[in-house]
């Protein structure tokens, strides 16, 4: 496991919960009641992408709606613009696919693919770096690349299954972002159900992988 003695207090908090929900739709207006099922079943970690309509005055709602004790950040984040607007829509941390914003007022988790890329992410000073997309390479890959790099705090996101997450997590992952297979059509209608499930099955993941 991660040292969080060296991370901030967000960063600190979402390797703790070892798991971050991704919240993609066309409309962010499910993502409240999303987020109610998420947070009772121990997921307290929630990025709400910018793709989706209506993201900023849905950061700014779930900050309201939450516990203090979950986090909730932006992801999708692609320019400073977009960063500035996160930030004061609420958002406690950026998540973005790729790299190349400037320090930030919050945790900014920046994407990297090879090797080249997430070395010079951490040299930036990256809390946590955002491996994408992760389905394709699979958790060999990140075990590979923390054998030269072992201080590095890595989070894969994109293309994980819920029952990819221990295999992840044991490969030296300190997080995982977590969308569709996670989501599902939650947040279109979809059964809020069936979506406390699937999340029960994601920390019990967790859970199993750090025991």
């Known amino acids: 496991m991660t040292d969080r003695i060296s991370l901030d207090p967000v960063s600190a908090a979402i390797t703790e919960c070892g798991l971050v929900a991704v919240l993609r739709a ?3 207006d499910g993502f409240s009641a999303v987020a109610d099922v ?3 079943a121990g997921v307290t970690a929630l990025e709400v992408t910018l793709t989706s309509r209506g993201a900023l005055e849905a950061i700014s709602g779930l900050r309201r709606q939450l516990p203090d004790t979950v986090v909730v950040g932006a992801g999708t984040i692609l320019t400073e613009e977009d960063a ?8 406690t941390f950026l998540v973005s696919p790729v790299g190349g914003l ?4 919050v945790p ?3 994407g990297a693919f090879s090797p080249t890329e997430v070395h010079a992410a951490h040299r930036a000073g990256a809390p946590l770096i955002k491996l994408f997309p992760a389905g394709g390479l699979g ?3 990140l075990k590979d690349l923390r054998g030269p790099l072992p201080d590095v705090k890595i989070m894969p996101t994109g293309g994980i299954g819920l029952d990819d997450i221990a295999a992840w997590l044991s490969a030296g992952a300190v997080a995982v972002g977590v969308g569709g297979p996670l989501i599902g059509d939650a947040a279109t209608g979809g059964s809020l159900t069936a979506l406390a499930a699937r999340a029960r099955h994601a920390v019990d993941a967790v859970s199993y992988a750090r025991s």
């Open 84 to 91: 500035k607007a996160a930030v004061g829509a609420g958002a």
């Open 102 to 105: 400037g320090p930030q007022p």
């Open 108 to 110: 900014y988790y920046p």
């Open 38 to 40: 998420l947070v009772a």
């Open 139 to 141: 958790p060999g890959y």
């Open 26 to 28: 066309p409309t962010a």
